[in-house]
């Protein structure tokens, strides 16, 4: 039998040429690859050292303070977030103004920002503004008005005030809380005068729903003018509750009140005499002098205190119809006319050594 023809082989050449030209095309792929990756990376780290640098810029030391420990600034009323941001980069509170609004707009804090006085501590971050100021964690100023002065004397106060702006009425007497307030700078002195007014308006209210029953006196505004009376008569507070059921036992009685705070306020409209009063200023009629009227004058006569206002709403009850100073501050009370005198003829001969050793020592 004949042997079947063997199967020729196949050229080995042109495999050697595939394979070649294989291993240089996938060379060239990784080499692409690689350079490609090398781009990415390059990129990557770019993106990195810049948001790095960021984010030391937000979280990191800010500025040395110019002066002391604190970077004042003021942020004006209806300032837009890239005023807000510029004034901050010029009073020297943060380095770049750019990332402050980009870093607000982030945050979210770019639409509750506040106006106002800030004190930023030295080297605070940029995130430790943004908050300051998204927090609105102004510098407070403070405002006193003492216990006893007039409404007029209450608006002089507020004019004095350097950091307040606008005008003020002059509000009815009586009308005002003597108290310590808190104020920003720019704030309106007409709108810190209403916190005062709302102020004594629900202390009054209070004490109103809580006073004593059957006083001598029938409307919230007569209760100011007497608590006026008790404020101007004393300046010791332990004293105020005495001499509130003092004049409370004289008007129940119908007496007078004869006291002197009124008729000065009659003739000064409280501002200090400066002297004493005159036999003929005593005498002289007002609508005010309480030596010549009987029961409460047309109006107070200062703004009283929460201690005096509460004192007339709630008196303790005593006898006393009478009192004189006592050459201490105080003042000595008694029961009876006779007893009075006595305590007056007391206080004369005070009066006298206090003079006698006061021209010794000329």
């Known amino acids: 039998m004949s042997k079947p023809p063997r199967p020729q082989k196949k050229a080995t050449a ?29 990129a990557a780290v770019a993106a990195l050292a810049v948001g790095g640098g960021a984010v030391w810029l937000y979280g990191g030391p800010g500025p040395k303070a110019k002066n002391g420990e604190y970077t004042s600034v003021v942020l004006r009323r209806g300032a837009s977030v890239s005023e807000i941001a510029g004034a901050l ?85 009586g009308a005002v809380l003597p ?18 007014m709302d102020d004594r308006d629900k202390v009054l209210n209070a004490l109103w729903e809580q006073r004593q029953a059957g006083l001598p006196f029938q409307t919230k505004d007569e209760a100011v003018t007497l608590a006026s009376i008790v404020e101007k008569e004393t300046a010791l507070a332990s004293e105020r509750p005495r001499v509130a059921a003092l004049f409370t036992n004289r008007l129940r009685l119908g007496m007078r009140l004869d006291t002197d705070p009124t008729v000065i306020y009659g003739i000064t409209r409280g501002r200090p005499l400066g002297r004493g009063l005159r036999r003929s200023e005593l005498d002289a009629f007002t609508p005010y002098n ?55 003829a007391q206080w004369r001969r005070i009066e006298r050594e206090a003079k006698a050793s006061e021209a010794a020592g000329n």
Not at 148 to 172: A, K, N
Not at 310 to 331: I, Q, S
């Open 290 to 344: 309480t030596y010549k009227i009987t029961g409460l004058p047309p109006t107070p006569i200062a703004n009283p205190g929460r201690e005096a206002l509460a004192a007339v709403m709630n008196p303790p009850k005593t006898d006393e119809l009478y009192f004189v100073a006592d050459g201490t501050g105080g003042h000595v009370f008694a029961r009876t006319y006779e007893e009075h005198e006595r305590n007056v």
């Open 179 to 196: 108290e310590t307030y808190q104020v920003e700078r720019g704030e309106e002195r007409a709108a810190v005068l209403q916190r005062m």
């Open 89 to 173: 980069e010029a009073g020297g509170a943060i380095r770049s103004s750019s990332l402050f609004l980009t870093a607000a707009q982030v945050t979210g804090a770019a639409r509750r920002l506040k106006a106002g006085e800030y004190e930023f501590p030295n080297r605070a971050s940029l995130s430790t503004v943004l908050a300051m100021v998204r927090d609105g964690k102004v510098v407070r100023h403070q405002v006193t008005v003492p216990e006893g002065v007039t409404s007029e004397m209450v608006v002089e106060i507020l004019q004095r005030s350097p950091v307040l702006v606008g005008d003020v009425p002059t509000p009815p007497e």
């Open 14 to 42: 042109p495999k050697r040429a595939s394979k070649a030209r294989k291993r240089e095309t996938a060379t060239l792929g990784r080499r692409l690859a690689a350079m490609a990756g090398g781009g990415l990376v390059v």
